[in-house]
């Protein structure tokens, strides 16, 4: 069965804190996996798409990589404005194209 | 560029009603995707429309239903409202199948 797992559930840095979310998933037929930002009562925000093992793309602060097994957030350095919930999205066309979504990693941190 | 928009923002609906969900996707982008997310849950995929057409549904019962009108926008219809349908409803759209998607900021639905 396709599955996403998000670890840790929720994280809580202080500021300046390094620290790295994972994104651990079982598909079969990758197309692409997708990291977004979602602020309580929004919409996800989009944040990178990775395609293949290997590949990183940064953004100011973020850092997302990939693996055929897994996926890393990496967050350098964090401000109280980069505490979010971080969701994780794979999509896969096997058996039908979906897109399936983790549960998230609730992000706090402390000034 | 103006992004995915939903209407309405919140909403208030009794057991039992029916209710008619409305996403304008961006422009140039051909699929619309619904999806719901309850309180303290993941988002749970509800259909995806790509050219007028539905492509995909998740695994919701048919009381759940929408469609795709020629200018891409889309409706997102739930017949005989329970409960637990108390959620925030996402529209989200992309310029083809695989690739990003981007969201509106959701619709909240209440019943009660």
């Known amino acids: 069965e396709d599955q996403v797992t998000q670890s840790p559930e929720a994280l809580r840095l202080q500021e300046g804190e390094s620290s790295s979310l994972n994104c651990s998933y079982t598909?079969?037929?990758?197309?692409?996996l997708f990291w977004y930002r979602q602020d309580p009562g929004k919409g996800p925000e989009f944040l990178f798409t990775l395609y293949s093992a290997g590949e990183e793309k940064e953004k100011e602060r973020l850092k997302a990589t990939l693996t055929k097994k897994e996926s890393f957030l990496h967050i350098t350095a964090p401000k109280p404005e980069d505490s979010a919930t971080y969701l994780c999205a794979v999509q896969t066309n096997t058996g039908g194209f979906k897109t399936i979504f983790g549960a998230g990693t609730r992000l706090f941190v402390k000034a | 560029e103006a992004g995915v928009t939903q209407s309405p923002t919140h909403l208030i609906k009794t057991r039992g009603q029916q209710v008619t969900l409305r996403c304008s996707p961006i422009?140039?982008?051909?699929?619309v995707y619904w999806y719901q997310q309850a309180l303290g849950l993941g988002l749970q995929f509800l259909l995806w429309y790509d050219e007028g057409e539905e492509r995909n549904r998740g695994n919701f019962p048919p009381r759940f239903s929408g469609r795709q009108f020629p200018n891409y926008s889309s409706e997102l219809n739930v017949n005989a409202l329970e409960l637990e349908d108390s959620a925030l409803y996402l529209c989200?759209?992309?310029?083809?199948?695989?690739?990003?998607?981007?969201f509106g900021q959701g619709t909240r639905l209440t019943v009660v």
């Open positions: 422009s140039g982008h051909t699929s």
């Open positions: 989200a759209s992309s310029p083809g199948s695989y690739t990003e998607a981007f």
């Open positions: 598909v079969s037929g990758l197309r692409g």
